[in-house]
């Protein structure tokens, strides 16, 4: 089989250092929380939650379905009566110290690597949704279609550093699924990639497309992080079968398990923000002692998605103050326990209007606020992750990289002040032609992509339109000038054979 | 003259007993932050930029239109040339020592005091707007109808703590429009009262109409702040006649002048965040020098409202990178000085769509990462202040209102965490209907004002409305059920007299 030219560590560098750069090109690709994490709970108070989980998990227990999931947990020591596990203090204990602080996610291109530990500032575009939406062509089911071009959006801002599953394929099989998302990824872009777990067939085909695709042997695939899924459990308390076997497949091959509880306060959770922690956060210790009992030292990132439900609607909503409090416990939590940890942003809002961006605004700076590792749903969720909105999408980015601007601290040196610049203005005068302004105004400030600064005259006469309608062009103009990772151009051809095969034998069909 | 029954101490709290409460009444009157403060620069910077300030004021001087004013900085030891006023450090210091840390701002409501000091989070509404724009009505000048529905609305919501000047009552002449605005003020709000400095007969009319219709003695009135203003200075270094006489004329009655310097980086101050910063902190210090030297002890809050320009249009940016850098960094040299301040929000958007959003939405959570005592333009400005939308002011209650529910954190006793729920609860089974649930579900979530959390389906069905078509029934409802402050409705009967002789005097006009 011919070689990838530009494979694995030099590709990406290449392919940039042709194009033409901008004056101003901020470096959004690997950042680093800039403020001290908050919080909302006390030392004792996190200490009291974090006892209760283990008492949950003690004495309530979790329903675990697989069988072989419970044969694991049962090895580490954990008491088992039918499908139900009680896991003692000290299992826990033993994951938690063999659990990684730190986890190397690799992107073929490694400018897209990130190093996943606490301090890590990570974003991931909306995931996991059926539906997409533009003002082009209105809202509609997720097609393969919609799912390239999401990749492309996703590979295209560099302020998205890893690949999400941002709309269904539903035009592909579901058994033929797997073929076409993980292509996909490979072809279009070149960040981390995203592997849903939909049984262990799935899985591991999807890990021989990314070693083929990319030419890697089993050792450089399982000495770093190529594959990343999200793992949900059935709140409250509870792994259903392909969940599980997601867990122990991904640990076997070294591959990274984002353990998310979907802890809704009042609802599949306690209502009150310490008891829906305290649930999420049993739920999520009992995925990484299954982890660490398979493979100990397997990449495992704490986490969780805890936020309210509207009381009128009884949907969940998002960008609350409930919400809020949940992801800077939640940190407070994974710090507790001194791991990693994803929370998310997102949107109940049916479009991209004032609400959706208050909604997402709100949830990415408490993400910000309690220094998630991962943001999930950064952008482009709408409908609480129903619909993949383009608009949305844009829209989300210029926070995502207002937020991204903030890890650069302005420099405070005396030369920076410009005194000199000071004296040289009149006062009443402006510093439009100092020298100190002349050395600066293309680099000094963050250039908006879809903000419109105009006045009132101008923006009429422009045809008054909104920030969703400008959010058009701009994704358009994403997509048309798309330029395709070096590292992507070979990719369907030498996994042409590869899925064909596995196409003839029929798939594999997401487990139940 | 007739008393009026419900004034001062009284009022507020027995028109409020009266009205049936919802299951859930937060309390948004009195905040205080609930987080740490962020930083941008170094102490060493701060310092850097502190002393370079004092060079500014010492050195390179501040112009000083006002011959009055440059007589009390010559009183104080200042170098006067010409109309140069160059201020040494010592003078600065002394200043700096009498600055109160802490002011008391009355409303003739007693609730609706605010305790100004480093700690308090206070919010004002979009001011200054010469135009008023809604969807019922569209953009037009501000008037004195649109002047008193703001004023209306502004006391509507608690979470506005300040009166401002929303709507310039155009309609008005100019010699006569402060006896509307602080009528109307009066009239239809009991919350601190804005006073518009513009010139020392307006201003000591003004006090005279709170004094007059509220019924304060001179005592009463110069022992607390019941008029607040806010003092451009020209940047750079420049400080006009009626801006030095305000500050004057503030000092003498003990009533609370704002400084604030309007610092544009690369405009009317130097490109870099270190270098606006330095000319914003000389400037506000010569203020407070201006003010303490007129009557030691004077309320005068230090403050600031730096921003960048967009480099494609010219036009000042809000919630940019560079806007929340300035407003952490003011907050920084606030300490510093150890006095509290002021710092804005806003948005250049031209309507309340997602950008609008966004850029109040960071503005606001940059103000609370930075602590600003105080965060005008928090709500309904649009156009970057040439315009107050009803809509977005609506829009923007929701953002204040969640920043809001932060201020209380959540009870992490046992009780609340709920192991017994827990418990209850079947693995796969919901909270809904145990004790734990019931007894918190009428009052455990924050209920939005404008977001709408229906699905797609029932958001069609109820007309696809945008979250700024949804304002406008709320501002319509809290207007069209406008309750009228108790201390309000005798007012313009006591003021009517005073105002007619005003008036056949020719008013007064503002100072030049």
Redesign the interface.
């Known amino acids: 089989m011919e070689k990838i030219e530009t494979r694995k560590r030099s590709g990406g560098r290449r392919a940039r250092a042709a194009n033409t750069k901008p004056a101003r090109a901020p470096n959004y690709r690997q950042l680093r929380h800039?403020?001290?994490p908050?919080t909302?709970?006390?030392d004792?108070?996190?200490d009291?939650?974090h006892n209760?989980a283990l008492?949950?998990l003690e004495?309530?227990g979790?329903?675990v379905l697989l069988p072989e999931a419970r044969e694991i947990y049962a090895g580490a020591g954990a008491k088992i009566v039918n499908d139900?596990v009680y896991i003692g203090k000290d299992i826990v204990e033993e994951a938690l110290k063999t659990a990684p602080k730190s986890i190397h996610l690799r992107g073929i291109n490694p400018l897209r690597d990130q190093i996943y530990e606490d301090g890590a500032m990570i974003f991931q575009a909306g995931a996991g949704c059926p539906n997409v939406s533009d003002k082009k062509r209105g809202?509609r089911p997720g097609d393969l279609n919609a799912y390239v071009e999401t990749i492309k959006l996703q590979q295209h801002f560099d302020i998205i550093h890893l690949l999400g599953p941002s709309a269904e394929p539903q035009d592909v099989p579901a058994n033929l699924r797997h073929y076409a998302m993980i292509e996909t990824q490979m072809t279009w872009a070149d960040k981390p990639i995203n592997v849903y777990a939909r049984g262990q067939t799935q899985t591991e085909q999807s890990f021989e497309m990314i070693r083929l695709g990319f030419d890697l042997s089993d050792d450089e695939f399982e000495n770093g992080v190529w594959g990343i899924t999200v793992i949900n459990s059935?709140s409250?308390?509870?792994l259903d079968i392909p969940m599980a076997q997601g867990l122990i497949d991904f640990a076997r091959h070294n591959q990274m398990s984002v353990i998310t509880p979907f802890c809704l306060?009042?609802?599949?959770?306690?209502?009150?923000?310490?008891?829906a922690l305290?649930?999420q956060h049993a739920e999520a210790i009992a995925a990484i002692v299954l982890v660490q009992m398979t493979r100990a030292g397997a990449p495992i990132s704490y986490g969780g998605f805890a936020s309210?439900?509207?009381?009128?609607?009884g949907?969940?909503?998002f960008?609350?103050?409930?919400h809020?409090?949940l992801q800077i416990?939640a940190g407070q939590l994974a710090r507790h326990i001194d791991l990693p940890w994803r929370s998310a942003a997102g949107a109940?809002?049916?479009?991209?209007?004032?609400?959706?961006?208050?909604?997402t605004?709100?949830a990415l700076?408490g993400g910000m606020?309690a220094n998630a590792t991962l943001n999930l749903h950064a952008a482009g969720w709408l409908?609480?992750g129903?619909?993949f909105g383009y608009e949305?999408f844009i829209?989300d980015i210029?926070?995502l990289q207002?937020l991204a601007?903030?890890c650069v601290?302005?420099?405070?040196?005396?030369a920076?002040?410009?005194?000199d610049?000071?004296?040289e203005?009149e006062?009443?005068?402006?510093?439009?032609a100092?020298q100190?302004?002349m050395d600066?105004?293309e680099t000094?400030?963050?250039?908006?992509i879809?903000?419109?600064?105009?006045?009132?005259g101008?923006?009429?006469e422009n045809g008054?339109l909104?920030?969703?309608d400008r959010a058009v062009p701009v994704w358009e103009q994403a997509l048309n000038g798309y330029q395709q990772p070096k590292t992507g151009a070979q990719v369907p051809e030498i996994l042409a054979q590869y899925i064909e095969r596995g196409t003839n034998a029929g798939g594999a069909f997401p487990q139940e």
């Open positions: 800039p403020f001290t908050q909302v709970f006390s004792d108070e996190i009291g939650i209760i008492r949950v004495e309530l979790i329903k139900m809202r059935n409250p308390r509870m306060a009042g609802a599949m959770a306690p209502i009150t923000i310490a008891g305290a649930l309210n439900v509207d009381m009128k609607s949907s969940p909503a960008g609350t103050p409930e809020l409090k416990g109940a809002s049916n479009l991209a209007d004032a609400q959706g961006a208050s909604e605004a709100n700076w606020m409908e609480g129903l619909t949305k829209n210029e926070i207002t601007e903030m601290k302005p420099d405070g040196s005396q920076e002040i410009g005194f610049a000071l004296a203005v006062p009443g005068g402006h510093f439009f100092t100190h302004t600066r105004y000094a400030f963050y250039a908006p879809v903000a419109d600064l105009s006045n009132f101008s923006w009429t008054a909104t920030s969703e």
